[in-house]
């Protein structure tokens, strides 16, 4: 704002005004009663100041209606703020149909992001003006925090689990994005900046450089490397059409929905929640795969879902979905919209979800 | 908790006052350990829901016979702490020393088949995590965990049934030096408010650890 | 104001401090007065070691590349700083060294329910302390005071261990003293003290005991899951050995949010005794105050995950957590309109601790109004994790809870003591600290809501300008702290002479000699009109 002296950073998303607003309006708050109790304690600590040893002082023990008076005002505007930050929270959580994702991955001390055109980037996140992108990420170690604030999001970052945030940003150029939970030595430097382009420049940029191969495609490679073919492709193991997003059964009678945790647990703890009608003889590949390349098979499988790729309106999970968690009843997730089928069991299709807490 | 056996202490007014603040002393301590145990077992229910199967699989190693042998002896050691303390109402010098010393061998066997035994099996078995761990089967983390919280819940209810038992003797033997009579009794009174509690963490733990199994 | 009446030496009467000499008498003592200045003493120590660190962190951010310190230093020493700041001086101070000594005397008893248990406690705080000093001198540990999983347990390779043992071990300090107060607030009021005729500063202890019972516990097995997965790696809290780390943070968090309510219910328990008695009137809105109190220290136990809003929890937890973190400040925007409006119509005078009860008012209200930024959902979205956190906590803890402290220790300082401090320097003290804790922390508030994250050893450049004010206003602050160390020292041989009562003040302490004898009172005293009952004749029998 003031030439040298900001208040606040840029406003480069959609939703960085309406933060802001709120933001004023509680500084307002603030500065008016600080002032007003400071002023009265001032006045009335100098007009009844003691003035001789006998200065007397009149007792006034309480007033009904003035603890009445103010109970119900700082009630009234903690629920007004309340109500104001709870629904723009609701509506800056949810990412519009259309975002386009992007893959993120924090390790101490970098930042590994993921295009699924193929460009990866370090510590750098290149994207297009005035469309809505979705970032998922998730941590190799510690917890990390994705923070881009002029953009006034963040959001931890999770080992174990992926998390997401998104945004539109309104304005081109470069943006500080950082690491906002400590993880360590190096914290402090781990951090980058978000390049906004318009839209023309992006897909130069995206199409420029070295010859980057999608993560579909890198994720249709590892599909036959790490040789998952000879399972899945072979009736062994569950078929990865349609899989992406739908309701899979399991074999203790409970459906999970096939999300990037239920897959991603699938890849690394195979044993612990197993379609029904399948056996339990697929092989962990802990330690043979990175968090990119599990992203860039989630890519792959995604691909193959009718659906599309993009499960709108999906928060992250909770309650956290762990490796090997058997969790019964899946994710609540918010707003989300399923792909309707089911994964193909020999014995059918179950009905319902069953919840488990 | 020993002062009310001695004289008068010099902060309270009369016995009665010395005796309330005793007890209610002891039932301020014992909420304070619901939110110990009571923080673990939020825990163990946790990850027992997150991994059920490894859970129900760890329940099972253990020994329910010898689980319910020592819940057993722990309800007796409970029925003659409360007569303990009945004696030291009629001011019966000599049953009272009896039943806590009754309740300091009940308890001590306790502590005895649980680590003589089924620790000392565990660890033999190889799984003791930390120590001895040599289950190599599939979900062999989760099981591990089991163990962790098993000898973590079992071991601080342990170490609380040995400070009882400390208790108990310091209580056995101002009874045999005639420090008890029927105006006071107080400290085995609050004594045995304890001892109770460490019983009833145990009627906790021996369901959520031994027969939540899936066995029935 | 010293009274005219020419009081005898201190020496020539039998109290507290005088009635045995040696050291023993000291270590082995069961009197609650002089546990109390032995915890005064050790939490004057952790004070300062933990300014210590702040001041080098301060050195350190006047430039944007690190102007001192590397960045593991640095690390080791926030980490540090919240460690001892937290554990061994805001948790203990106005409960353990003013609540150990005037809870007896405000309720007419002879000495605590528990005095051995009370000087046990005063042992363990010490034990943990070391502990803690141990895990400093071994070389830091540099997880932050919040012990984050897995960092703290699989990839930190400092000394988490023996600072996590620290904490714990100080953790039953705190345990065994709110029990203490609990059992003496019950059970030993003098004959007549209804629970309404207390003073508001025993319902404050009252609250906070409750709080530090109910919630200490956790924070105990919360460290020792820590420190086993630490030890032997089985899966508790790091998800690539099964784990959970959100886990961690609720039950971190279930009890490190009471916690701030232990360090801020004693400082407004003072603030009701200075604001009356330095304006001669009774305290406006007594129950509601009271039960003010008792409601922040219910509700305190409903609000932590307001700490965990981008930590990936669902939206709705959010929401909820939302709603009950702007409950929890309802209580205490009505002890501050009462607190405002005793001063009405009162006879006030402006000695060092009203100036800190002033200050405290202000601040209090500032900070806690920051409060309402953080539990605003959509605005934490933007500053949780920055500076703004810093600010908001500090405004609280500093702003508020230390200047309470530093009140009451004025205020009382006579009645413990038998000496005055020179005012003067003393008002002078409370008006730097004043300017330099603005100065210090309002621009952290700026920072924060401009990006920049908390736990930083170096940073963007575009910060530097509020962060060398900031480190210019800590270095007046630090001042500010260590003038008061030289004159209550200096006070405590040279200081004039104190009467029972040198401000005039209703409450029963003041009806003792300066310093009390060790029984308290000659006799136990009968108690016939509330409490802050200016305007009548004393009656007190």
């Known amino acids: 704002m003031w030439q040298g002296f900001p208040i606040r950073p840029d406003q480069a998303s959609t939703i960085a005004r309406g933060v802001d607003h709120l933001y004023y309006f509680l500084t307002a708050v603030d500065l008016f009663f600080t002032a007003f109790i400071f002023l009265a304690v001032f006045y009335f600590a100098v007009r009844y100041r003691r003035r001789s040893e006998q200065d007397q002082a009149t007792q006034v023990e309480g007033s009904l209606p003035l603890e009445v008076l103010w109970t119900i005002i700082p009630l009234g505007i903690c629920a007004f703020t309340f109500l104001w930050g709870s629904s723009l929270f609701i509506r800056n959580s949810r990412p519009p149909e259309a975002a386009s994702e992007i893959f993120v991955v924090g390790k101490q001390w970098m930042w590994k992001l993921q295009h699924p055109e193929g460009p990866m980037e370090i510590n750098e996140l290149h994207v297009p003006v005035g469309r809505p992108i979705k970032l998922t990420t998730t941590s190799e170690d510690v917890i990390h925090n994705f923070y881009v604030p002029a953009f006034r999001v963040q959001k931890d970052v999770v080992p174990g689990m992926y998390t997401s945030i998104w945004f539109q940003a309104t304005e081109t150029g470069r943006f500080h994005f950082f690491c906002n939970q400590y993880c360590g030595t190096n914290h402090a430097v781990m951090g980058g900046y978000?390049?906004?382009?318009?839209?023309?420049?992006?897909?130069?940029?995206?199409?420029?450089?070295?010859?980057?191969?999608?993560?579909?495609?890198?994720?249709?490679?590892?599909?036959?490397?790490?040789?998952?073919?000879?399972?899945?492709?072979?009736?062994?193991?569950?078929?990865?059409?349609?899989l992406f997003g739908s309701k899979v059964k399991l074999t203790d009678g409970t459906t999970v929905t096939a999300d990037e945790t239920y897959i991603r647990e699938c890849i690394l703890y195979p044993s612990v929640r197993i379609p029904a009608g399948y056996q339990p003889i697929m092989p962990t590949y802990k330690g043979q795969v990175t968090e990119e390349q599990i992203l860039q098979l989630l890519a792959y499988i995604k691909s193959l879902s009718s659906g599309g790729a993009n499960q709108p309106g999906k928060p992250n999970s909770y309650p956290p979905s762990l490796e090997g968690g058997a969790h019964g009843g899946g994710n609540r997730n918010v707003g989300g919209q399923q792909s309707p089928a089911t994964v193909p069991a020999p014995r059918g299709t179950g009905a319902g979800e069953q919840g488990k807490p | 908790m020993h002062s009310s056996t001695a004289a008068l202490a010099e902060q309270f007014?009369?016995?009665?006052?010395?005796?309330?603040?005793?007890?209610?002393?002891?039932?301020?301590?014992?909420?304070?350990?619901?939110?110990?145990?009571?923080?673990?077992?939020?825990?163990?229910?946790?990850?027992?829901?997150?991994?059920?199967?490894?859970?129900?699989?760890?329940?099972?190693?253990?020994?329910?016979?010898?689980?319910?042998?020592?819940?057993?002896?722990?309800?007796?050691?409970?029925?003659?702490?409360?007569?303990?303390?009945?004696?030291?109402?009629?001011?019966?010098?000599?049953?009272?020393?009896?039943?806590?010393?009754?309740?300091?061998?009940?308890?001590?066997?306790?502590?005895?088949?649980?680590?003589?035994?089924?620790?000392?099996?565990?660890?033999?078995?190889?799984?003791?995590?930390?120590?001895?761990?040599?289950?190599?089967?599939?979900?062999?983390?989760?099981?591990?965990?089991?163990?962790?919280?098993?000898?973590?819940?079992?071991?601080?209810?342990?170490?609380?049934?040995?400070?009882?038992?400390?208790?108990?003797?310091?209580?056995?033997?101002m009874a045999a030096r005639g420090r008890f009579s029927p105006q006071r009794y107080n400290a085995v009174e609050v004594s045995g408010l304890y001892w109770h509690f460490v019983d009833i963490v145990w009627i906790f733990l021996y369901p959520l650890l031994y027969l939540i199994g899936g066995r029935y | 104001?010293?009274?005219?009446?020419?009081?005898?030496?201190?020496?020539?009467?039998?109290?507290?401090?005088?009635?045995?000499?040696?050291?023993?008498?000291?270590?082995?003592?069961?009197?609650?007065?002089?546990?109390?200045?032995?915890?005064?003493?050790?939490?004057?120590?952790?004070?300062?070691?933990?300014?210590?660190?702040?001041?080098?962190?301060?050195?350190?951010?006047?430039?944007?590349?690190?102007?001192?310190?590397?960045?593991?230093?640095?690390?080791?020493?926030?980490?540090?700083?919240?460690?001892?700041?937290?554990?061994?001086?805001?948790?203990?101070?106005?409960?353990?060294?003013?609540?150990?000594?005037?809870?007896?005397?405000?309720?007419?008893?002879?000495?605590?329910?528990?005095?051995?248990?009370?000087?046990?406690?005063?042992?363990?705080?010490?034990?943990?302390?070391?502990?803690?000093?141990?895990?400093?001198?071994?070389?830091?540990?540099?997880?932050?005071?919040?012990?984050?999983?897995?960092?703290?347990?699989?990839?930190?390779?400092?000394?988490?261990?023996?600072?996590?043992?620290?904490?714990?071990?100080?953790?039953?300090?705190?345990?065994?003293?709110?029990?203490?107060?609990?059992?003496?607030i019950h059970k030993m009021r003098a004959p007549g003290l209804t629970w309404f005729r207390l003073p508001l500063f025993i319902w404050a202890i009252y609250s906070t005991s409750v709080i530090q019972i109910l919630g200490t516990p956790v924070l105990a097995i919360t460290i020792v899951l820590v420190a086993l997965e630490r030890l032997i790696h089985v899966g508790v809290f790091d998800p690539a050995v099964g784990g959970d780390p959100i886990l961690f943070q609720h039950l971190f968090w279930f009890y490190s949010h009471p916690a701030v309510y232990i360090m801020i219910l004693p400082s407004m328990g003072v603030m009701s005794e200075?604001?009356?008695?330095?304006?001669?009137?009774?305290?406006?809105?007594?129950?509601?105050?009271?039960?003010?109190?008792?409601?922040?220290?219910?509700?305190?136990?409903?609000?932590?995950?307001?700490?965990?809003?981008?930590?990936?929890?669902?939206?709705?937890?959010?929401?909820?957590?939302?709603?009950?973190?702007?409950?929890?400040?309802?209580?205490?925007?009505?002890?501050?309109?009462?607190?405002?409006?005793?001063?009405?119509?009162?006879?006030?005078?402006?000695?060092?601790?009203?100036?800190?009860?002033?200050?405290?008012?202000?601040?209090?209200?500032?900070?806690?109004?920051?409060?309402?930024?953080?539990?605003?959902?959509?605005?934490?979205?933007?500053?949780h994790g920055t500076y703004f956190v810093v600010g908001h906590f500090h405004y609280i803890m500093v702003g508020g809870a230390v200047m309470g402290y530093l009140g009451g220790i004025h205020y009382w300082w006579p009645k413990i003591t038998g000496r005055l401090y020179p005012d003067g320097w003393a008002r002078l003290s409370a008006a730097i600290i004043f300017i330099g804790f603005n100065l210090t922390f309002f621009p952290q508030y700026m920072l924060g809501y401009l990006g920049m994250p908390r736990r930083y050893a170096v940073y963007a450049p575009e910060f530097q300008v509020l962060n060398v004010m900031s480190s210019a206003g800590a270095s007046i602050l630090g001042v500010g702290y260590l003038i008061p160390l030289v004159y209550m020292v200096w006070s405590m041989r040279y200081g004039p002479v104190a009467g029972p009562n040198p401000w005039g003040a209703k409450g029963l302490e003041w009806q003792t000699p300066s310093p009390p004898p060790t029984e308290n009172f000659e006799e136990t005293p009968i108690v016939t009109e509330g409490a802050y009952a200016y305007g009548e004749e004393a009656k007190v029998a």
Request: with cysteine; net charge neutral.
């Open chain 3, 274 to 383: 200075l604001v009356t008695a330095f304006s001669k009137k009774r305290i406006f809105g007594y129950s509601f105050i009271a039960f003010s109190s008792v409601a922040i220290a219910a509700i305190s136990f409903l609000v932590w995950g307001h700490h965990m809003f981008v930590a990936g929890q669902s939206v709705y937890a959010g929401i909820v957590f939302s709603a009950l973190s702007f409950a929890v400040a309802i209580p205490s925007a009505i002890k501050v309109f009462n607190w405002t409006a005793t001063l009405y119509k009162g006879s006030v005078s402006y000695q060092a601790p009203m100036l800190y009860a002033i200050g405290f008012i202000g601040l209090f209200t500032m900070g806690g109004l920051t409060g309402l930024f953080l539990a605003t959902l959509a605005v934490d979205a933007h500053v």
């Open chain 2, 13 to 173: 007014d009369d016995l009665e006052q010395q005796h309330e603040a005793s007890s209610f002393g002891m039932w301020i301590f014992l909420a304070t350990e619901v939110m110990f145990f009571g923080g673990l077992f939020t825990a163990y229910i946790l990850f027992r829901n997150f991994y059920l199967p490894a859970f129900e699989a760890g329940s099972r190693i253990l020994d329910v016979k010898i689980g319910a042998a020592n819940t057993a002896i722990l309800l007796c050691s409970s029925l003659t702490m409360a007569l303990a303390v009945r004696a030291a109402q009629l001011g019966k010098k000599a049953a009272l020393i009896s039943f806590l010393l009754l309740t300091l061998l009940l308890g001590l066997t306790f502590v005895g088949i649980k680590l003589g035994l089924e620790w000392r099996h565990d660890y033999l078995e190889g799984f003791a995590p930390g120590v001895n761990w040599t289950f190599t089967g599939p979900d062999s983390r989760h099981l591990e965990l089991f163990f962790c919280f098993y000898f973590f819940l079992t071991g601080v209810h342990a170490l609380h049934m040995v400070i009882g038992a400390g208790i108990l003797t310091v209580l056995i033997i």
């Open chain 3, 1 to 184: 104001m010293a009274t005219a009446v020419v009081e005898p030496e201190i020496g020539s009467r039998v109290h507290y401090l005088n009635a045995s000499y040696g050291i023993k008498s000291w270590l082995l003592t069961t009197d609650h007065k002089r546990i109390a200045v032995l915890y005064l003493a050790s939490i004057t120590f952790f004070f300062f070691v933990g300014g210590s660190a702040a001041v080098l962190m301060r050195l350190n951010l006047i430039s944007p590349q690190g102007a001192l310190l590397e960045p593991e230093t640095y690390n080791k020493l926030f980490s540090m700083h919240g460690i001892i700041m937290v554990f061994l001086f805001m948790i203990p101070s106005i409960p353990a060294v003013l609540g150990n000594f005037l809870v007896p005397l405000m309720i007419g008893a002879r000495d605590l329910a528990f005095p051995r248990l009370n000087l046990l406690s005063w042992y363990v705080f010490v034990v943990g302390g070391c502990f803690t000093l141990y895990a400093v001198i071994a070389g830091g540990v540099d997880t932050g005071w919040t012990f984050y999983t897995p960092l703290s347990t699989t990839y930190a390779n400092t000394n988490v261990i023996s600072a996590a043992l620290g904490v714990f071990i100080a953790g039953f300090s705190s345990i065994l003293t709110g029990l203490n107060f609990i059992v003496t």
């Open chain 1, 194 to 242: 978000v390049i906004v382009m318009s839209p023309d420049e992006y897909e130069q940029w995206l199409s420029g450089g070295v010859r980057a191969e999608s993560m579909v495609s890198a994720g249709a490679q590892l599909y036959e490397q790490l040789a998952c073919i000879t399972c899945h492709g072979t009736g062994k193991g569950p078929p990865f059409t349609n």
